[in-house]
């Protein structure tokens, strides 16, 4: 087990660098001189070489390259551009906030999605079946960004109810943070809920057929031992499964999501900076959200076998 | 294919998806002729004025006629999604077949590309391309195409393995037949059905992400409507007038419902397993 951590770990490494050559390169395609971009047209010559000068802008790229993957590789990050503070501790203090909401809207998505999933998958073809189907469809195809300006307009309309506005640590005033976090919480929750709703639907149908289910049924086991203790639980790895891929598209909702709210997390920080063209931390941000992402990937992979001892890994 | 059609009618709900897209489609088509107004025609006497028999979605900041515009707006949503899918499909095609077909190191250098572009979120990658490409219409359609091209590749990839291990082709290669002959002649076609089926959801993907890159201001540009660019415009007004926000979100939810809806039915009746 452990030589097989180990092994996809290792395999990370040239994921990782080709994600680092992939979003380096790709921001330096851009067409005109950065300095420009950043500093404006109307920027005299001498502030425009002391950018360069200052990050690195007029060495050769693939000097550029190494530069940055050698700081990378010990924590720094670089300064930003555009404000000229550390890129790492940003992008950490943001990940919190970000990392905080994605967690949220997953046990809300499971709350949802779990139960009914099951309900739908025992009473195949009934009326609740029909209902659930519906529902996560339209989970899955109402956008992330529809649902939370619809859902602000309802609020506003009905209660007056308008979100707060900035973001209070959950240590500092956990209330607060809640009240700040629930509503886009529930947003992206919703929509992770109908994919994994399909997917619990599905796998606890084909699980019910199996032969193992009718003997343990024959033995005159509860139905509910059936369901909770065998169905489920086998059908625990293809559900995971969806949740992992859903994981993607959580952190890529959080920037939409965390721009209606407007919470000063990682994605923010990733458009903030699209729109500044700043590239240090857009590189950075990037290869930080990639990071996290194959690192959630490769959790999942190993809860695998700890859901189901038959997967061994060697 | 007879049988094929015979069931899709039979299966109510892909009948529903599909009715839903040809709605949507015929609304593209013929958007001069459905619309009563211009996209960008300004009514400056008519700003912000809720549904009524002269503007039946009512009007925007500008005094622009809603219905108009979301008609419009299925040009704009469909041209990206089919040109994004097809980018995608293409490339997605091309690099699977290479891949599964012919395996070794080049399927090895593939796979591990594919890889990296897999380790980033979709969205943050469509975000990252149009930041480097600029925003506008064509480069969201190039950014979409992108994104979505992994996952047609191992799907092909995937695809082709299997169908590889089959005697015929075994046959095929054995009394000479040119491996480009097998692909077209007999890998494709077997491939196709997932194939199919993974387009039907990609067109959705593709105009979900179309919406939610224009809702960031990073896709579509004024003046062309664009469905999420409108949602986003509304967001600032829309205490005062609902339908700003109302239409523009109904008609991204369900043109994303109905291509759902059909995916969802052809997965069902293109999976052998399931045909009991």
Redesign the interface.
């Known amino acids: 087990m452990y030589a097989y951590i180990i092994r996809r770990l290792l395999m990370l490494i040239p994921v990782l660098f080709g994600v680092s050559v992939v979003i380096f390169f790709t921001l330096r395609i851009i067409p005109g001189d950065v300095a420009q971009t950043i500093l404006g047209t109307d920027a005299t010559e001498d502030a425009l070489a002391q950018l360069r000068k200052d990050f690195g802008l007029d060495q050769p790229v693939m000097k550029q390259y190494f530069s940055w993957m050698g700081g990378v590789l010990v924590g720094d990050f670089g300064e930003s551009m555009r404000t000229g503070r550390d890129v790492l501790p940003d992008i950490l203090n943001r990940f919190k906030i970000t990392f905080e909401l994605a967690i949220l809207s997953a046990i809300i998505s499971w709350i949802i999605a779990i139960p009914l999933g099951v309900i739908a998958g025992i009473k195949r073809n009934s009326k609740t079946d029909f209902t659930v189907r519906i529902i996560s469809l339209l989970g899955v195809s109402i956008p992330n960004f529809a649902l939370a300006t619809v859902l602000i307009l309802v609020l506003a309309l009905t209660f007056s109810y308008s979100p707060p506005v900035g973001y209070v640590g959950f240590f500092e005033d956990p209330i607060k943070n809640l009240q700040i976090l629930i509503l886009p919480a529930i947003v992206l929750g919703t929509a992770m809920a109908g994919a994994v709703m399909r997917m619990t639907r599905s796998s606890i149908l084909e699980i019910l057929r199996q032969d193992f289910v009718r003997t343990i049924r024959a033995k005159g086991a509860k139905e509910r031992l059936v369901i909770f203790n065998h169905a489920l639980r086998n059908a625990m790895i293809p559900i995971l499964t969806i949740i992992g891929m859903q994981i993607g598209v959580l952190l890529g909702g959080t920037v939409i999501i965390e721009q209606i709210f407007s919470l000063p997390g990682l994605g923010q920080l990733v458009l903030t900076s699209i729109n500044q063209r700043d590239f240090t931390v857009i590189q950075g941000a990037v290869l930080f959200i990639a990071f996290v992402f194959v690192m959630i990937n490769l959790l999942v992979d190993l809860l695998y076998s700890y859901l189901d001892p038959r997967i061994t890994y060697k | 294919m007879k049988d094929f059609t015979q069931r899709l009618i039979e299966d109510k709900v892909g009948l529903i998806g599909f009715i839903g897209i040809f709605i949507v489609v015929l609304l593209a088509i013929f958007a001069p002729l459905i619309a009563p107004y211009e996209p960008d025609e300004m009514f400056t006497n008519h700003v912000m004025e809720g549904p009524s028999s002269q503007f039946l979605f009512g009007t925007d900041e500008f005094g622009r006629d809603i219905f108009s515009r979301i008609v419009y707006g299925a040009q704009v949503s469909l041209q990206v999604g089919l040109i994004a899918v097809s980018i995608g499909a293409i490339g997605g095609l091309i690099f699977g077949l290479i891949s599964g077909y012919f395996q070794g190191k080049l399927d090895q250098v593939i796979m591990?590309?594919m890889?990296?572009?897999f380790?980033?979120?979709?969205?943050?990658l469509a975000?990252?391309?149009v930041?480097?490409l600029g925003p506008s219409l064509t480069n969201t359609m190039i950014a979409i195409g992108i994104v979505f091209m992994p996952v047609f590749t191992r799907l092909v990839r995937s695809a082709v393995m299997t169908v590889k291990e089959n005697e015929y082709i075994t046959n095929a290669q054995a009394i000479g037949v040119r491996p480009s002959m097998i692909i077209i002649k007999h890998i494709i076609p077997n491939i196709m059905a997932p194939f199919i089926v993974q387009i039907t959801l990609a067109l959705?993907g593709a105009i979900?992400t179309e919406?939610?890159l224009s809702?960031?201001g990073?896709g579509v540009q004024p003046p062309d409507p664009s469905w999420?660019m409108m949602?986003?415009d509304?967001?600032a007004y829309?205490?005062f007038g609902?339908w700003t926000?109302?239409f523009p979100?109904a008609a991204?939810?369900f043109t994303?419902?109905c291509f759902?809806?059909l995916g969802?039915s052809l997965r069902d009746l293109l999976d052998p397993k399931l045909k009991q």
């Open positions: 591990r590309i890889d990296v572009f380790a980033f979120p979709d969205i943050l975000l990252t391309i930041a480097v959705s979900l919406a939610a809702f960031l990073l999420g949602l986003n509304a967001r829309m205490e609902p926000i109302l979100a991204i939810v994303i419902f759902n809806l969802d």
